[in-house]
């Protein structure tokens, strides 16, 4: 289900594909501010999907954990705000 603990990830890095250990995400594009909307994927029963942003291809890898992604980089840290 998509809210605030669902993984985002990246391709800044421009990537054929880059693997993940879930199969619902979102899809950012590049970080921000170079980033497309984000698009919530779910890849169902399937094991890879397609960003239909960036043409990103991620597959699902079992042995990865729900944050993680190969390559590491691609996992999106959203900055920390500036507390005034």
Known sequence: ???PATPKFTNDAGV??????VKEFECV???PPNDHPHVFLDM??????I?????????FD?????G???PA????????????
């Open 29 to 31: 594009g590049a970080t």
């Open 62 to 66: 079992a042995g990865l954990s729900a």
């Open 16 to 21: 054929a594909e880059i693997r993940i250990g």
């Open 51 to 59: 960003c239909p942003y960036c043409s990103t291809h991620y597959k």
């Open 73 to 84: 980089s691609a996992v999106f840290h959203a900055a920390a705000k500036a507390h005034a």
């Open 44 to 49: 169902g029963r399937g094991l890879e999907t």
């Open 1 to 3: 289900m998509h809210g």
């Open 68 to 70: 993680e992604a190969s």
